[in-house]
């Protein structure tokens, strides 16, 4: 199969058009960054990204089966047997369980009032393990930090150069880093303290894609009447895709499979 040629604002995005054109994940495509793309300022001097993508050629060696001698004939009690044997055997229902994440509301957490002496030590301890972890990276990065006493949040933001090798793909890294900050900030304190981890407004620009890629895939759904299964993703991401779609008319989603590959399936409502 041929290399197609995708553009769109970011790379993301031109994979996610990619994934739908050929109807599959993008672990089963091979893609090539053509350019990355430039946001430019003010709309000004903005490239888009393009990429070449193919599906990957599968080659399954199948040995051919030996032919089957046909018996010439076949006693009549025979049959009524084989009949009887497949008459006895009860067919089998599967259940699948369907859980939908976005309608149950949370519950609202209680955010514990913290002295300026303690959001400093937070901080403290927050930039002495990112700080180590640059450093074994051999990378020269910013940390700024915020902490909303209203959410209980402690919001940092990284600032650099190459800050795609902390993102990395579909913010796998950026998603580690935060989990073992939250782990060091959150260790020895009373309440939870959520600490969100983004660089170059990542998060923004991910929340972006997935309503995108939510909405495609529900005009896809409407035009085909075929149920889509969405890659594997976090529950952060499938609240995204779901919260994006929770008003439509023609569709509905929910998540199966179990962690880390629980996914989202947008169908065809049922009308």
């Given at each position: 199969m041929e290399f197609r040629e995708f553009s769109a604002k970011t790379v993301d995005e031109a994979i996610t058009k990619a994934s739908l054109e050929f109807e599959t994940f993008s672990e089963n495509l091979e893609i090539e960054v053509i350019s990355e793309g430039k946001a430019g300022f003010l709309g000004f001097g903005s490239k888009p990204a393009i990429i070449k993508a193919r599906k990957k050629e599968t080659t399954?060696?199948?040995?051919?089966?030996?032919?089957?001698?046909?018996p010439k004939a076949v006693k009549k009690e025979e049959r009524k047997e084989v009949k009887k044997e497949i008459k006895r055997e009860p067919k089998k229902e599967v259940k699948r369980e369907i859980k939908t994440e976005p309608e149950q509301p949370k519950e609202e957490r209680k955010v514990p009032e913290r002295s300026q002496e303690e959001i400093a030590e937070m901080k403290a301890e927050a930039e002495k393990f990112l700080s180590g972890v640059?450093?074994?990276?051999?990378?020269?990065?910013?940390?700024?930090?915020d902490y909303k006493a209203a959410e209980g949040n402690l919001?940092?933001?990284?600032?650099?150069?190459?800050?795609?090798?902390?993102?990395g793909k579909?913010?796998?890294?950026?998603?580690?880093?935060?989990?073992?900050?939250?782990?060091?900030?959150n260790k020895g304190r009373q309440g939870y303290v959520r600490v969100k981890l983004d660089t170059e407004d990542y998060r923004n620009r991910r929340k972006e894609t997935l309503e995108n890629l939510a909405r495609s895939i529900a005009y896809k759904v409407r035009k085909t009447r075929k149920t889509v299964s969405l890659e594997p993703m976090n529950p952060y991401e499938r609240r995204i895709i779901h919260s994006a779609l929770q008003g439509n008319r023609y569709v509905e989603t929910y998540s199966?499979?179990?962690?880390?590959?629980?996914?989202?399936?947008?169908?065809?409502?049922?009308?």
């Open positions: 399954a060696s199948v040995e051919e089966p030996a032919a089957k001698e046909e640059f450093k074994a990276m051999e990378l020269e990065v910013e940390i700024k930090m919001d940092i933001e990284f600032v650099g150069q190459d800050m795609g090798i902390l993102i579909r913010g796998q890294t950026l998603d580690s880093l935060q989990y073992l900050t939250s782990l060091v900030v199966e499979g179990n962690e880390p590959y629980r996914h989202v399936v947008v169908k065809l409502k049922n009308r």
